[in-house]
Structure formats: structure tokens, C-alpha cells
């Protein structure tokens, strides 16, 4: 009865992991194990991806509105490259101690009020198209 008790616990507290980000989700690893093409069409989808994503991994979004993004992640490697076509709209994009990203094809956006829709801060290897 324990074991039960023990082994239904872990597996809620994996599943609660992974649904806030702490660890990858299945449905990544499995894209990523297909050939590094991880399809993404939702914001907690995209901010996942951002951070489980192998170096050389394609991050493709779906058309739709995605808040504003930060990414705070060192690429050692081929970099990491976010695409999409222009109706996905990403609301700000803030790269801050970065390096090794690629984002091309989408449509970036101002954040609130003044915010310009990218800042790029303290970063190196950032490509943009």
C-alpha cells in the first residue's frame, strides 16, 4: 500500500513539474528525438521550448499572439533557431546575457506603452531576419 501511495505521488508531483516548466515536456523530447524541430502554438509551449531546447533545435510557432518573451540563455554550440511565419506575433522579445539564438520569419511587436518590441542586452551571437 505504500508503494502505491509513494509511486502515485512521484508521478503527480513529475506531471506538476513538467506542466511549470521545471522539467521538459514529453511531447518535446519526442520532436526533438524526430530531428530537432520542436512545433510550438502556445505561450507556455513557446517559453518551454526557449528553455529545453537543444543547441541546433528549430523552435517553428504557429500563427498567433505570444506575450512578451525573455530569453536569458547561453547557447554553446549550433545555435537555437526561432521561426515562424509573420502571423505569429510575438509581443516583446528581450534577450538579456544570451547567446546563439536565430529568430526569423515572425512578426515582433511593441511591448506596453513605450517598449520597443526588441531589447537586446549584454548578449552576443543574436541573429535576426
Known amino acids: 500500500m505504500k508503494k502505491r501511495i509513494i509511486t502515485a505521488g512521484l508521478l503527480a508531483a513529475g506531471v506538476g513539474a513538467m506542466a511549470v516548466g521545471l522539467l521538459p515536456q514529453p511531447s518535446l523530447l519526442a520532436a526533438q528525438a524526430r530531428g530537432d524541430v520542436v512545433d510550438v502554438a502556445t ?10 531546447a537543444r543547441p541546433g533545435s528549430t523552435i517553428r510557432l504557429a500563427a498567433g499572439e505570444y506575450p512578451q ?29 544570451a547567446g546563439g539564438w536565430r ?22 551571437n543574436i541573429m535576426l531576419s
Do not use: Y
Not at 507556455?44 to 529545453?52: C, G, K, P
Not at 525573455?70 to 502571423?87: E, F, N, S, Y
Not at 520569419?105 to 552576443?124: C, E, F, Q, R, Y
Open 43 to 52: 505561450p507556455s509551449a513557446l517559453e518551454n521550448a526557449v528553455m529545453w
Open 69 to 97: 518573451l525573455v530569453i536569458k540563455r547561453q547557447v554553446d554550440g549550433a545555435p537555437i533557431r526561432i521561426t515562424g511565419p509573420r502571423g505569429a506575433r510575438i509581443n516583446q522579445l528581450l534577450f538579456s546575457k
Open 103 to 124: 529568430v526569423d520569419g515572425i512578426t515582433l511587436v511593441g511591448g506596453i506603452g513605450k517598449a520597443m518590441p526588441l531589447d537586446i542586452a549584454l548578449s552576443n
